[in-house]
């Protein structure tokens, strides 16, 4: 692991570290991120859908998703998310981000999204 993803991860932790909220649902996304997990062979579960989220994950699935897209250099990561451009680049710190946030509010189903916070998660 780089220095700098180590640094990251302890940055992320230190941001997380105030949160006292526990929550077994945590919704993330953007315009993309159903997309990509789709994509990218990761474990999705329906048995718990959510109106708009008709899927989740979990830490350890996205755990093991990081682990794998860390093996390969940002420029040879398109086999995770074909579709997506240059939005794998990064994706590794996107996945330590909500890593993060899930363990510290204990969360159990972590659904994604392709809905854009401005337009609120849950409808």
Do not use: W
Request: proline letters at 5%; aromatic letters at 14%; a neutral charge.
């Amino acid at each position: 692991m780089s220095r700098e993803f180590i640094n990251a991860i302890d940055e992320i932790k230190k941001d997380f570290n105030s949160l006292k909220v526990n929550n077994e649902i945590l919704i993330f996304g953007s315009t993309c991120m159903q997309d990509f997990l789709n994509e990218s062979g990761i474990r999705l579960y329906n048995d718990k859908p959510i109106k708009k989220h008709p899927t989740y994950t979990t830490i350890a699935d996205l755990k093991n998703l990081l682990s794998e897209i860390r093996k390969f250099p940002p420029s040879k990561r398109e086999c995770f998310y074909p579709s997506g451009e240059h939005f794998i680049y990064g994706a590794d710190y996107l996945l330590i981000n909500v890593i993060e946030a899930a363990e510290k509010i204990n969360a159990k189903y972590i659904y994604p999204t392709n809905l854009n916070s401005s337009y609120g998660f849950i409808k």
